[in-house]
């Protein structure tokens, strides 16, 4: 099995503590575990330089020619190519604390595949959302798309819009859930946004890097990202 990341010093000794039940600092592991995808490539001296004791799998790194490498070497034959660690610096040493790395819940669907996973997930997220704003400034021209979108919504709720919509489309909406609250929302948060977004209650922030119509249509694929703000 090929692995997926080298770990820095500090880190592969927290997981060699956490491995043997003696981790001191449980915040430290609760970040980097976030971030861990197993199996971790090392080799020898980096074995050596943390003091972990174990002949075994020393012989068997040696044996596959992992003995003396520096860790960006090692990373170069990895999946992800990255050294995890915790001092931020340039590539290939990808830091835990870094704010611009996220580790999100991730949808991804390829093309035929039924988005219905996403659809009941995203209407449990909105079912007791008083304030829902969606951000997707092509909406008015995929009807069909935003019609099937409203059909997800709570029965009553203010839906946020930051583009118009046309007056014929907003009144077969309002048809379908006469207790939701069309506005048109003046925020700027989105305008130079490319991608397009649900917010929920300001909790919850549903990224779609393919559009609205994207959730419904099956002939491309649709990848959403949900995270807590």
């Known amino acids: 099995m090929k692995a997926n990341q080298v770990l820095s010093d500090e880190l592969l000794s927290l997981w060699h503590q956490f491995k043997h039940g003696q981790v001191i600092d449980n915040r430290l592991l609760e970040r980097f575990l976030r971030y ?12 050596n330089r943390c003091g972990i004791d174990d002949g075994a799998l020393q012989q068997q790194l040696a044996q596959s020619g992992f003995v003396s490498q520096t860790l960006a070497t090692l990373a170069a034959q ?3 190519q990255i050294v995890l660690g ?3 610096g340039n590539y290939p040493y990808i830091s835990i604390h870094n704010k611009a790395i996220t580790t999100e819940l991730n949808y991804s ?11 009941q997930h995203l209407q449990a997220l909105m079912a007791k959302a008083k304030v829902i704003v969606l951000a997707d400034r092509y ?25 118009k919509l046309g007056s014929e489309l907003q009144h077969e909406l309002k048809q379908d859930k006469p207790r939701v609250k ?8 989105y305008i130079n946004r490319h991608d397009r977004y649900l917010l929920i209650d300001n909790q919850i922030e549903v990224i779609l890097t393919s559009g609205i119509d994207y959730l419904f249509d099956t002939t491309k694929e649709c990848t959403a990202i949900i995270r807590a703000l």
């Open 139 to 163: 909406i008015r021209d995929h009807r069909h798309a935003a019609l099937a979108f409203v059909k997800l919504l709570p029965d009553a709720c203010t839906l946020c819009l930051t583009h």
């Open 78 to 80: 990895t999946r992800f």
């Open 86 to 88: 915790q001092n931020h």
């Open 182 to 189: 069309f506005i048109l929302d003046t925020r700027t948060d």
């Open 36 to 47: 861990y995808h197993p199996p971790h490539l090392t080799n020898v001296s980096q074995l």
């Open 109 to 119: 669907f390829q093309p035929q595949e039924s988005r219905q996973p996403l659809h």
